[in-house]
Nanobody, 123 residues
Framework: QVQLVESGGGSAQAGGSLRLSCAAS????????MAWFRQAPGKEREGVAI????????YYTDSVKGRFTISRDNAKNTLYLQLNSLKPEDTGMYYC????????????????WGQGTQVTVSS
């Protein structure tokens, strides 16, 4: 079982930046498909970005392309999401998720989830 703990959320103004971290234990992030999801109040959870195991190929949902970057540090066993050029619509709870399969996509039924970290962007 993989344990995931997110951190790094907070408040930012529009145009600002934040970096989210997701520390993993119980399994190496290099061997996992890992993703970031977010959920705004009153809205369904949406997939934001994904990084494949083995190949490290990344994929982003259209609304964050060119602004967010997903990456991982195998030595620290940590997943990151760099959020730049933030917009108020980026506000929400951000969750990291992990799965053992390859390949995976944002529609995959991820079995392992963190508790989330809140991002609030003001205009």
């Amino acid at each position: 079982q993989v344990q995931l703990v997110e951190s790094g959320g907070g408040s930012a103004q529009a145009g600002g930046s934040l970096r989210l971290s997701c520390a993993a234990s119980g399994y190496s992030v290099s061997g996992l498909c890992m993703a970031w999801f977010r959920q705004a109040p009153g809205k369904e959870r949406e997939g934001v970005a994904i990084i494949q195991r083995l190949t490290s190929v990344t994929y982003y949902t259209d609304s964050v392309k060119g602004r967010f970057t997903i990456s991982r540090d195998n030595a620290k066993n940590t997943l990151y999401l760099q959020l730049n050029s933030l917009k108020p619509e980026d506000t929400g709870m951000y969750y990291c998720a992990a799965h053992y399969i390859f390949p995976c996509n944002l529609g995959t039924a991820f079995a392992n989830w963190g508790q989330g970290t809140q991002v609030t962007v003001s205009s």
